[in-house]
C-alpha cells in the first residue's frame, strides 16, 4: 500500500499532469474495453466518446489524486515521528542503531557512546526545562561536529551515539575530545551561561564484528571515562589495555 500511493502520489506540477493523464487512459481503456466486450463496437465516434470521458473524469480524478498526494504527505510524517526524537530532532534509538547497523556493514568506523555529566543536577538545580535546552545544545553541537553522511541519535536520557563512517580514530578523537570539554548552554532561566560537560567511549569498527558488540565496548569505555572523573574520552582499546 505504501509503495503504490507512493509511486501515484503527485509532486510538482509535471507530476499532476503525468499522473492525471496516466488514470485518464486507464479509464478510457477500461472503459472501451467494457463497450467493446459487451457490444462488439462503440455507439460513438472514439474522438466524441474521449470527449465525454475527459469531462466527466477530470474531476474525480484530480479529486483522486489530491486525496493520494494528501495520503502520501501523512504517511511521510507517520514514518519521521516514529523514527525522530522530538526533543532535540535527532533520530531516535531505534533509528540510530538501523542506520548504524547499515554503515556498520557497509563500511567501517567509529562508534562513539555520550553522557551528559552530572545531568540530574542540571535538573535539580535549574529544572527540567533547563535540561531540555542543554539536551537540545548538545545534539546541535554534534551536528555540527559530525559530516553530513555520520549516523547520529539520541539514544534515551542524556545519552546520545555517534556512528563515523569510515573514520579514522584520530578523527574520532579529535570530535570526542570538543565534545568532553564541554557544551555552552544560554537560557532565559539561566542567571548565567552554563557549560555542560560530556564524558565519551569509543571504539573503532575492527574492534568487533557486531554493531551490539561495538556499542558494549563504546559503553565499556564510557564507563572508563566516568570513573576517571568524567569530562573526557576513553578510546575501547586504551581502555582494554589499562
Not at 460513438?44 to 473524469?57: F, G, K, N, R
Not at 556493514?105 to 542540571?122: A, E, N, R, S
Not at 560530556?198 to 561495538?214: D, M, R
Request: hydrophobic content about 50%; glycine content about 8%.
Amino acid at each position: 500500500m505504501d509503495t503504490l500511493v507512493r509511486m501515484f502520489a503527485p509532486i510538482g506540477w509535471w507530476g499532476w499532469i503525468s499522473r492525471w493523464f496516466l488514470f485518464w487512459l486507464l479509464i478510457n481503456g477500461l472503459n472501451i474495453g467494457v463497450e467493446l466486450s459487451m457490444n462488439g463496437a462503440l455507439e460513438s465516434p472514439l474522438p466524441e466518446q474521449l470527449l465525454t470521458t475527459t469531462i466527466v473524469a477530470t474531476p474525480f480524478i484530480i479529486l483522486a489524486l489530491a486525496l493520494i498526494g494528501h495520503l502520501d504527505r501523512l504517511q511521510g510524517q507517520l514514518a519521521q515521528l516514529a523514527t525522530t526524537d522530538m526533543l532535540t530532532g535527532l533520530p531516535n534509538r531505534r533509528a540510530f542503531l538501523d542506520r548504524a547497523a547499515g554503515a556498520a556493514h557497509d563500511c567501517g568506523g567509529v562508534v562513539l557512546m555520550l553522557d551528559v555529566d552530572h545531568f540530574k543536577q542540571v535538573n535539580d538545580v535549574y529544572g527540567h526545562a533547563v535540561g531540555d535546552i542543554c539536551l537540545q545544545a548538545v545534539a546541535r553541537r554534534i551536528e555540527q561536529l559530525v559530516r553530513q553522511h555520520d549516523v547520529v541519535g539520541r539514544l534515551g536520557g542524556e545519552e546520545f551515539g555517534i556512528y563515523l563512517v569510515d573514520a579514522p580514530v584520530e578523527m574520532a578523537r579529535e570530535i570526542g575530545e570538543r565534545l568532553a570539554r564541554g557544551v555552552r548552554v544560554e537560557a532565559v532561566e539561566l542567571p548565567q551561561e552554563v557549560t555542560v560537560t560530556i564524558s565519551v567511549g569509543a571504539v573503532p569498527s575492527q574492534a568487533a564484528s557486531t554493531l551490539a558488540e561495538l556499542l558494549a565496548r563504546a559503553d565499556e569505555a564510557l564507563y572508563e571515562a566516568k570513573a576517571a572523573g568524567r569530562a573526557r574520552l576513553v578510546l575501547w582499546e586504551e581502555a582494554a589495555a589499562a
